[in-house]
Structure formats: structure tokens, C-alpha cells
């Protein structure tokens, strides 16, 4: 206790107890009022002391004020009986409220200046972890209520305001396994979310594959190309690995890379091929209707060059779609041409063959029958297959082309053949 409470209070316990009711009509007011004063001054100093004060001993410190103020009213109005009671009554309150700070405060003074150093820090400490979670929290729209946190540490503080360790230990201890839960619910929804984003990655590169597999098909290029996409697609299929998704996305990224110049340069076979075919029908077709066709195909073609310098592929692959309906248009008419060249050569041919070539021509002829068989089987069972119906039309454009190769090129009509057997196989495997 501070010496001048102790004097104070000594004071008034004194004139409390021993002196004579009358002898305070000899008092003067003012000197009252100055002591009450004292008092209440020295009792909220005391108060301001504690980081909370004791709701009781508050409410003392209160009504003593209250009858410190009616003190004041009475010696205003020179009334000594009343000034006299309001006195008495203000020093019994703030005697009552000292004795009660004096028992709070011995366990604080009893506790060593580390102590009470190292349990603020514990506090200030956990706080600032608090604080940086509900940063990160906030910052990822995850959803922790800190209340009962926030609880824990006014909990805390008002103990070690009034000097209960134990309790301070105790409350800090329960906080500590809030801020642990509330990390490792952040860390798994982060996890979460990283695995989420990592299989929506590995879902659009499996799309993009089914169309890059889809785009080879269509310029069709070497049957390596699509495998290896084909085979990148099914490893990406597997995974489930955030760290291993990534690893197969940059070797399907070197495919891709490898994969450009192929199509360039089969954007360009095709352009090559659309030219002479365009050639070849200036110089058999030449009424109104034909040169019509032909002039905006040749625009057609104009665009897809300028699609393949932009490398737009799926507009090119459009363009190249548009290009092949108009010159198909002129199919009948071709077919017709192409049969009486066809006739010419067989005629030649018949000529000069000998019986082991009639052979190998008969063999290959069935050969294409057999083909054209399984192909036709195929294409009624795998309809709601994608890819594999893209390969059937593969394989079908390769069968006629082979028939149209057979006459004149029987070596390459066999080659063909052969690739056409690796697609049936191919189509066998994927749909099995």
C-alpha cells in the first residue's frame, strides 16, 4: 500500500472509531470534503493500475464517489448532519476499496518482473500468429471464427492482471490449440484447392490433347505423332498428383512443340494438293457453273494460307473442310475422266504385265475387299466414339485412294494397305 493510503486511511479508521459524533460540529466542512477527496483520488489511482479492474471492487470505488459528490453538495449547502453521514459513509466505501486492492495486488507484487515480462510476450506473441492467420484466411475466403479466440486472450490478460498465473498458463494453452486447429484447416483447404485446381489443369490438357489427337488425325500426319499423343493423354488420365500432373503437362508441352512443324508442313501438302487438283479441273471443266466453284475455292485456299501463317489451326482446318466440299462437288465429273485414263493405262498394262503381277493384282484386290469389310463393321459399332470414327474415315479416304493407286501403282497400293491395317488395329485397341 502506498504511504500516503496508509496514513489516510489510519486517519479516518481513527476518527471512525473514537471520535465523538459532536466533536465533528467543531470540523470544518471543507476539510472534509478535502479528505473524501484524497481518498477517492488515491483509490482510482490504484484502480488505473490494474491493465482490468475487479468489477467489485469498482462498483466500490463507485458508490464511494457517488457519496463524495452528495459530500459535496452538502457542505455547498452548509448542512453539517448531512455532510457528516455523506463523509462517513465515502471513507467506510473507500477503506472497504483499498483493503480490497491491497489482497488483489499482493500476488501481483509477488510475482517477479520476468514473469509478468514473459507472459506479455506469450500473449503479444500468439496474438500477432492469431493476427497473420485471419490475414490469410481473409486474403483466401476461408471461413475461421476467431471470437473464441479473441475470448481467450481477454480471458488471459485479466488474469494476469490480477496475478493468477495458473490461469493465464492455462487460458494461453487452450488458445495455443485454437491457433493450431485454425492452421491446419487453412493448410488443408489450401491443399484441397491445390488438388482441385491441379485435376480441372489436368481435365482442359486431356480436351486439348483429344483435339490435338483429333487435328493429326485430320492433317493426317505420322501415325508416331498421334500415338505418342494418344499414349501422353492416357498417363494424364492416371494421375492424380499435383506435382506429377505438372511434370506430364511439360512433356506433353514438347510434344506439342515437336508437333508444329509436321502440321505446317502437312498444312502445306494440302494446299499443294488443292492447287493441282484445281489445276487439273481448269483444264477439263469449263462451263459457267465450274468456273464459279473453282474461282472461290481459290479465294477458299487464299485464307487457309493466311490462317496457316497465323497458325490458326482450327480455322484452317475448317477452311480446308469448306475446300474439300466444293472440289467433292466436282466428283462425278472427275471420277468420269479419271476412268477413262484409267481404262487407257489398264489397257496398256494388260499388254505388258506377266500372270505373276495378274496374281499380286488379285491378291491385293482382296485384300481391299477385306479391309473395306472390316471397316464398314467397324463404323457401325464404335458410332459414339469420337476419335475412333475419325480414324475410320482414315481409313476409308486410304481405301480409296488405294483403289485409284492399284492400276498404276500396285507397290504403293500395298503400302497403303498396310497403314490401313494399323488403323483397324489401332481402332480395335482403343475401343476394346
Not at 468489477?55 to 457528516?84: F, W
Not at 472427275?334 to 505388258?352: F, G, P, V
Amino acid at each position: 500500500m502506498k504511504p500516503l493510503a496508509f496514513i489516510l486511511f489510519t486517519l479516518v479508521g481513527s476518527m471512525i472509531l473514537t471520535i465523538p459524533i459532536q466533536a465533528y460540529a467543531d470540523a470544518q466542512l471543507d476539510s472534509l470534503l478535502r479528505i473524501a477527496n484524497q481518498a477517492r483520488d488515491n483509490i482510482k489511482i490504484r484502480l488505473s493500475q490494474f491493465e482490468t479492474p475487479p468489477n467489485e471492487i469498482s462498483k466500490i470505488y463507485e458508490q464511494g464517489s457517488v457519496e463524495t459528490d452528495e459530500l459535496a453538495k452538502s457542505v455547498l449547502n452548509l448542512d453539517v448532519p448531512s455532510a457528516k453521514q455523506h463523509f462517513l459513509s465515502a471513507m467506510k466505501l473507500f477503506k472497504e476499496a483499498s483493503d480490497l486492492i491491497s489482497s488483489s495486488t499482493t500476488d501481483v507484487e509477488s510475482l517477479s518482473s520476468t514473469d509478468v515480462s514473459r507472459l506479455k510476450i506469450a500473449i503479444i506473441r500468439i496474438e500477432n500468429d492469431a493476427n497473420r492467420l485471419k490475414a490469410v484466411a481473409t486474403k483466401n475466403n476461408i471461413e475461421i471464427d476467431f471470437v473464441e479466440f479473441d475470448n481467450l486472450i481477454q480471458i488471459a490478460k485479466q488474469s494476469l492482471g490480477i496475478g493468477n498465473v495458473d490461469d493465464v498458463n492455462k487460458t494461453l494453452g487452450v488458445a495455443k490449440q485454437f491457433i493450431i486447429g485454425a492452421y491446419n484447416s487453412i493448410s488443408e483447404v489450401a491443399k484441397q484447392r491445390t488438388s482441385d485446381r491441379a485435376k480441372d489443369f489436368a481435365t482442359k490438357q486431356i480436351e486439348n490433347l483429344d483435339k490435338l489427337i483429333s487435328q493429326a488425325v485430320a492433317l493426317e500426319l505420322s501415325q508416331d505423332i498421334i500415338d505418342n499423343l494418344q499414349i501422353a493423354k492416357e498417363k494424364l488420365q492416371k494421375i492424380s498428383d499435383p506435382n506429377q500432373i505438372v511434370l506430364e503437362t511439360k512433356g506433353i508441352n514438347t510434344i506439342k512443340e515437336k508437333l508444329s512443324t509436321p502440321t505446317i508442313n502437312r498444312l502445306n501438302a494440302i494446299i499443294h494438293q488443292f492447287e493441282l487438283k484445281i489445276q487439273e479441273l481448269n483444264k477439263n471443266l469449263l462451263d459457267d457453273d465450274s468456273k464459279t466453284k473453282i474461282k472461290t475455292a481459290n479465294d477458299m485456299i487464299v485464307e487457309l494460307k493466311q490462317f496457316v501463317l497465323d497458325n490458326n489451326l482450327k480455322e484452317a482446318l475448317q477452311k480446308i473442310s469448306s475446300i474439300n466440299e466444293i472440289l467433292n462437288s466436282f466428283k462425278v465429273k472427275t471420277e468420269a475422266i479419271k476412268d477413262t485414263t484409267n481404262s487407257y493405262e489398264k489397257t496398256n498394262l494388260t499388254n505388258n504385265i506377266t500372270k505373276s503381277t495378274d496374281s499380286k493384282l488379285e491378291r491385293i484386290k482382296a485384300k481391299i475387299q477385306t479391309l473395306e469389310e472390316k471397316l464398314n463393321n467397324l463404323s457401325q459399332t464404335v458410332t459414339d466414339n469420337e476419335i475412333a470414327t475419325k480414324w475410320i474415315k482414315r481409313g476409308f479416304s486410304l481405301l480409296e485412294e488405294a483403289k485409284l493407286q492399284l492400276d498404276k501403282y500396285p507397290d504403293k497400293t500395298s503400302n497403303t494397305l498396310n497403314e490401313i491395317e494399323k488403323i483397324i488395329l489401332m481402332i480395335q485397341k482403343i475401343t476394346s
